[in-house]
């Protein structure tokens, strides 16, 4: 599962490689905030949007680890250990993210839409496993211990992965702003900053060039939009007082 490591980081892997671990630590504390948010109020989407979230940032999950071991211990993951921690569990996550959009707008609908996300992520890991173990190189290309060229069947799959939160998230914001009532409007606009930015960072990080300055632009959308997604789904009272009594003088 890992290999030894021992070649000095430049300037632009340790931005990739730290601005990775400050996106992934404060997803899982944003996913884990929401998540433990269940035991206050007893709401099974809670615990499903909070792995969810969890889940987004799988992608960048694989860079942090690298990063904290050859700092602590000059050794990286293998490829496929790579590979594995940040593509395989995508489509599970995106299914609790489903279920939990399906079941405020589109219940009737919604066992269509589980059962064909179901077949998706079977075929997925089913073509996934194929590709790693006849050429890891056919799912991806190392060129760092922070980047990877993949191949053409993961760059869809991320970019459909992608298109699908950013409509169902839009979808579930706008919703919100057909309420009445400011707090749940305000949680609305949130949320569809949060998606996309969400979508801008994850696209700008896997197509432009990487260069320090690509790197903690990008990173810093993708950190602001799990700021913007606790603040959309969760509302914390300071926001709330300062940003409703805000709307409410003007």
């Given at each position: 599962?890992?290999?030894?490591?021992?070649?000095?980081?430049?300037?632009?892997?340790?931005?990739?490689?730290?601005?990775?671990?400050?996106?992934?630590?404060?997803?899982?504390?944003?996913?884990?905030?929401?998540?433990?948010?269940?035991?206050?109020?007893?709401?099974?989407?809670?615990?499903?949007?909070?792995?969810?979230?969890?889940?987004?940032?799988?992608?960048?999950?694989?860079?942090?680890?690298?990063?904290?071991?050859?700092?602590?211990?000059?050794?990286?993951?293998?490829?496929?250990?790579?590979?594995?921690i940040g593509n395989v569990f995508m489509p599970l996550f995106i299914i609790c993210w489903l279920i939990?959009?399906?079941?405020?707008?589109?219940?009737?609908?919604?066992?269509?839409?589980?059962?064909?996300?179901?077949?998706?992520?079977?075929?997925?890991?089913?073509?996934?496993?194929?590709?790693?173990?006849?050429?890891?190189?056919?799912?991806?290309?190392?060129?760092?211990?922070?980047?990877?060229?993949?191949?053409?069947?993961?760059?869809?799959?991320?970019?459909?992965?992608?298109?699908?939160?950013l409509i169902s998230g839009l979808l579930f914001a706008r919703e919100s702003l057909k309420s009445e009532?400011?707090?749940?409007?305000?949680?609305?606009?949130?949320?569809?900053?949060?998606?996309?930015?969400?979508?801008?960072?994850?696209?700008?990080?896997?197509?432009?060039?990487?260069?320090?300055?690509?790197?903690?632009?990008?990173?810093?959308?993708?950190?602001?939009?799990?700021?913007?997604?606790?603040?959309?789904?969760?509302?914390?009272?300071?926001?709330?007082?300062?940003?409703?009594?805000?709307?409410?003088?003007?």
């Amino acid at each position: 599962m890992i290999v030894p490591y021992t070649l000095p980081l430049d300037l632009l892997e340790v931005f990739q490689g730290s601005f990775s671990l400050i996106f992934a630590i404060i997803s899982i504390f944003v996913g884990l905030r929401i998540l433990f948010k269940y035991f206050e109020y007893k709401r099974r989407e809670l615990i499903l949007v909070g792995i969810s979230w969890i889940g987004i940032a799988s992608p960048w999950i694989p860079d942090s680890i690298n990063f904290i071991m050859i700092l602590g211990f000059s050794s990286i993951l293998t490829e496929e250990a790579y590979l594995i921690i940040g593509n395989v569990f995508m489509p599970l996550f995106i299914i609790c993210w489903l279920i939990v959009i399906t079941d405020f707008l589109y219940k009737a609908r919604q066992k269509l839409i589980l059962i064909l996300c179901l077949i998706w992520t079977v075929i997925f890991e089913i073509i996934f496993f194929t590709l790693l173990f006849i050429d890891s190189t056919l799912v991806g290309t190392f060129l760092g211990p922070f980047h990877v060229e993949f191949g053409d069947f993961i760059t869809f799959t991320l970019l459909f992965t992608i298109v699908i939160l950013l409509i169902s998230g839009l979808l579930f914001a706008r919703e919100s702003l057909k309420s009445e009532d400011k707090e749940i409007k305000l949680k609305g606009k949130f949320l569809i900053v949060a998606f996309l930015s969400f979508t801008i960072g994850a696209i700008l990080d896997s197509s432009i060039s990487l260069i320090p300055i690509t790197v903690v632009i990008t990173r810093l959308i993708l950190i602001s939009s799990s700021i913007e997604f606790y603040i959309g789904f969760i509302l914390p009272k300071w926001v709330k007082r300062f940003l409703i009594k805000g709307l409410e003088r003007q």
